[in-house]
């Protein structure tokens, strides 16, 4: 069995649409790392605003994971909308703060009043976006796979990470006190979302891999770029063998797909 990691959507179904019908993909099973919703219509360079469907995106997600048991983790743009439905006025206003308002008008939600949003969120027809989030798990694990949204803290064991560091965290799990990646400790590879690569050093076809030197176990930063104004933000899918070699790629930017498979893939 293979598995296939896809990395923040950010409310592009299009995109999303194209990337499932990636061969890599047909005989894998899906584990998507969080961040559904949210996103912006701009990218850099371009005139026309990129699509953006939060509930369609919801809905291919919810009948994956229905219909082939494939895991959807939540990420942190996950938890806002989770939070402030059971009423969390913090989760709220930082959710406003990072593209809620226009979520919202998305949703059919024409107030950003934080009881109309939380009542709204309760009632059909998002009621079941809000049940099925609610349910999300923060890791997937086997005994060589490691995923999550963000990272994780190097100072605890895997049975004792902090729910905030799970969804949130960024450059203490990326960097060692030196700026150089950090060490991977926990045995397992590693894949995650949360952090745009376009933000990071040696990102390459839409990933970043990290290995402290040829002997650390990697991990993978799988987040492309969806819908965060990039000119080349995309949706990223890596493919992994049971252990953590690399099977396959695939990106999609713009409904296009730029496949890569594993003999082409750099180490």
Same mark, same amino acid.
């Given at each position: 069995m293979t598995y296939t990691f896809i990395g923040d959507i950010h409310s592009a179904a299009a995109?999303?649409?194209?990337?499932?019908?990636?061969p890599a993909l047909q005989d894998s099973r899906l584990i998507f790392l969080g961040d559904y919703i949210d996103g912006s219509g701009s990218r850099s360079g371009a005139i026309e605003p990129a699509p953006l469907d939060t509930l369609a995106v919801l809905d291919i997600?919810?009948?994956?994971?229905?219909?082939?048991?494939? =895991?959807a983790l939540l990420g942190n743009h996950d938890d806002f909308w989770r939070q402030t439905a059971r009423g969390d006025e913090l989760s709220f206003q930082t959710w406003r703060l990072n593209g809620?308002?226009?979520?919202?008008r998305r949703l059919g939600i024409h107030s950003s009043n934080s009881q109309v949003v939380t009542?709204?969120?309760?009632?059909?027809?998002?009621?079941?976006?809000?049940?099925?989030?609610?349910e999300l798990p923060l890791t997937w694990s086997t005994d060589h796979l490691l995923a999550v949204h963000a990272g994780i803290d190097w100072d605890y064991p895997l049975d004792r990470q902090v729910r905030d560091d799970l969804l949130w965290i960024r450059d203490p799990y990326?960097?060692?006190t030196?700026?150089?990646?950090?060490r991977n400790s926990t045995g397992k590879v590693i894949v995650t979302g949360h952090t745009p690569v376009q933000t990071m050093p040696h990102a390459n076809y839409g990933c970043v891999k990290m290995q402290a030197d040829a002997q650390d176990i990697p991990r993978y930063l799988i987040d492309a770029g969806s819908r965060s104004g990039a000119a080349n933000g995309g949706i990223?899918?890596?493919?992994?063998?049971?252990?953590?070699?690399?099977?396959?790629?695939?990106?999609? =930017?713009?409904q296009k797909l730029f496949p890569q498979l594993s003999n082409q893939v750099q180490h």
């Open positions: 995109d999303l649409a194209v990337l499932l019908q990636a997600v919810m009948d994956r994971v229905k219909q082939h048991q494939d =895991i809620g308002a226009k979520s919202w009542v709204a969120l309760n009632r059909s027809p998002l009621v079941k976006y809000t049940r099925f989030l609610a990326y960097f060692d030196d700026k150089s990646w950090h990223f899918a890596l493919t992994l063998s049971a252990t953590g070699a690399v099977v396959a790629q695939n990106w999609v =930017i713009n």
